[in-house]
């Protein structure tokens, strides 16, 4: 592709000689260790380093032309921009040929449950029998093979690249996660979503989005970019949340409410929870059905309700979609249960907000008349106001707490469990800063008919401390602790 053809959905290419315009370029690089011959390289200021900094490194191994937001003294034809990484994502999809517009595109956001709704999702449309793409926490999955990711939701160039790969495997419906740091940093910009999913808004990543108003504007985002009614847009919102209710007032695309204690297009009733599953009769759109499946709490019937709704947008029907519900399995690290033939139950989930704990708390005090033990910690390096908030929450809805180590990251780990703990006033919670050890002391103390919940690191399988990831799995140290004891 030319250089003048690649700038032009940034409309600025006006300095440039005709004969810079025909430079062709044959890579968009952001990173300069990954720069080749006749790559454009964009300059990122980032958290960390400077991508401007990289600039002549990139020109060393080749970039044939340089996107910056400041004025650098380079050989190669450069181009300023305001917003380097907003440039970039409409860079990026413009160069990989606007693969969105090619598939159907569902974002999911909301602080909890993205994974478990595109989860969900995704079995929906394979039953479908569509090709499926998936976009998140865990991996892209591109039919049945799965990729590793750094981020919930991608940098634009990897996304648009991951949805041209979609394109190139048939993928009829994409479904991908959407986080609120991505939004904010124009990484989904470009895309062009069918169907955009509100789960709920609760407090977490203050840190990065400093208050709880521009946290909801930065998910917002994902709405007021969806377009209008008379482009086939969707909106599914949960109406129940009351930042939900704000955003359907916010979008102009076509609007489906989901929910159970407020009056919505799609609604749960009659919801009965065993430790087995949970089932409810299903009400969309005046029609009615009864549902049972095997996700467990009333969380995950949100999750469903979204998936449902999305569905239903995307024309599936609602038996299909009751068939599809009933087939989901359950999903690694989200209620997760560790099975060894032991006598008390042991659940491994990714709770890291104060909403989710409480909400997972609340399950599985709901399905227990024995004793529950929670073990928990908080990560490094993220929202430190939700430490305190959450030690309250474990110590008040569980029988005892053991507070341990998340992902420290760049932070020390005692003084994570300090902020936690320090303002806590019962004293039925002890802290044992090896996670290892806090699962085993659980696990050792348990006895016939209690419950352990092991949460904040779900599926993970590292533990970051000091910015090396060491293999740790919540469900195998807990596997093996079990297996210690005589039973
Ligand atoms: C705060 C944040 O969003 N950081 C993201 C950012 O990293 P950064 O700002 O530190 O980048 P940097 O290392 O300073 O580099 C700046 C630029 O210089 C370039 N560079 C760097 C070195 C070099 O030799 N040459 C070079 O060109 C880099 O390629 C980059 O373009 O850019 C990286 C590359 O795309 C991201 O992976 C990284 O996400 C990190 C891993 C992260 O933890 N992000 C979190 C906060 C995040 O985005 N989380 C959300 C989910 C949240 C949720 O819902 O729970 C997500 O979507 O993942
Ligand atoms: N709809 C929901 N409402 C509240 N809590 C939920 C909901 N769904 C899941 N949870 C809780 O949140 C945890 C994380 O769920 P999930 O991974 O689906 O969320 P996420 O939005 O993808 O999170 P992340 O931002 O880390 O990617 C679950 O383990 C569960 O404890
Ligand atoms: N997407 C979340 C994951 C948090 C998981 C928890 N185990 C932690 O490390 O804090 C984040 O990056 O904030
Ligand atoms: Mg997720």
């Known amino acids: 592709m030319t250089l003048n053809e690649l700038l032009r959905p940034l409309r600025t290419t006006s300095e440039l000689t005709p004969e810079q315009k025909q430079i062709q370029i044959k ?84 602080t909890n449950g993205k994974t478990s709704t595109t989860h969900i999702l995704d079995q929906m449309f394979r039953d479908a029998k569509q090709q499926t793409g998936l976009i998140g926490t865990m991996y892209t999955k591109i039919g049945d093979a799965t990729f590793d990711t750094a981020n919930t939701t991608p940098e634009s160039l990897v996304l648009q690249k991951t949805f041209q790969n979609m394109v190139q495997e048939h993928v009829d419906t994409a479904v991908m996660e959407v986080s609120s740091h991505a939004l904010h940093h124009g990484r989904v910009r470009g895309c062009d979503f069918d169907i955009a999913v509100f789960t709920n808004l609760t407090p977490d990543h203050l840190d990065y989005h400093e208050t709880m108003e521009k946290y909801f504007f930065a998910k917002s985002l994902l709405f007021s970019q969806l377009g209008n009614t008379y482009e086939g847009k969707t909106a599914v919102i949960n109406i129940d949340d009351l930042s939900g209710a704000r955003l359907a007032q916010l979008t102009t695309a076509d609007v489906i409410t989901y929910g159970i204690r407020k009056a919505c297009d799609v609604r749960a009733k009659e919801i009965k929870s065993t430790p087995e599953g949970t089932s409810f009769t299903l009400e969309a759109f005046g029609e009615e059905t009864e549902v049972s499946f095997k996700l467990i709490g009333l969380f995950s019937v949100y999750n469903a309700l979204a998936a449902v709704a999305a569905g239903l947008a995307s024309g599936l029907k609602l038996d299909q979609i009751k068939q599809s519900l009933e087939r989901v399995k359950g999903i690694a690290g989200r209620f997760e249960p560790v099975q060894c033939g032991q006598s008390f139950s042991v659940i491994v989930d990714y709770a890291h907000t104060a909403d989710s704990l409480k909400n997972v708390l609340d399950t599985v005090t709901d399905l227990t008349n024995g004793q529950v033990t929670v073990v928990v910690g908080c990560g490094g390096d993220r929202d430190a106001s939700k430490r305190p908030v959450m030690a309250e929450i474990a110590v008040k809805q569980a029988d005892r707490a053991i507070f341990t180590s998340d992902n420290p990251r760049s932070e020390d780990p005692e003084l994570i469990l300090k902020d936690m703990t320090e303002g806590l006033v019962s004293d039925n919670f002890e802290t044992i800063l090896d996670r290892k050890q806090a699962i085993v002391r659980a696990i050792e103390q348990a006895e016939a008919g209690d419950v352990i919940l092991i949460a904040g690191k779900g599926h993970e399988t590292y533990q970051d401390i000091a910015g090396v990831k060491h293999h740790f799995d919540d469900r195998e140290v807990a596997e093996e602790a079990i297996r210690g004891l005589s039973l």
């Open 27 to 110: 890579q968009v690089e952001m990173d300069s260790r990954n720069v080749s011959p006749g790559s454009l390289f964009i300059c990122i200021k980032g958290y960390t380093v400077d991508g401007h900094d990289f600039a002549q490194k990139a020109i060393d191994q080749g970039a044939a032309a340089i996107i910056a937001e400041r004025s650098l003294d380079v050989s190669v034809p450069l181009i300023l921009v305001d917003d380097a990484k907003r440039a970039m994502a409409r860079i990026a999809s413009h160069f990989y040929d606007e693969p969105t517009k090619k598939l159907r595109l569902v974002g999911v956001t909301g």
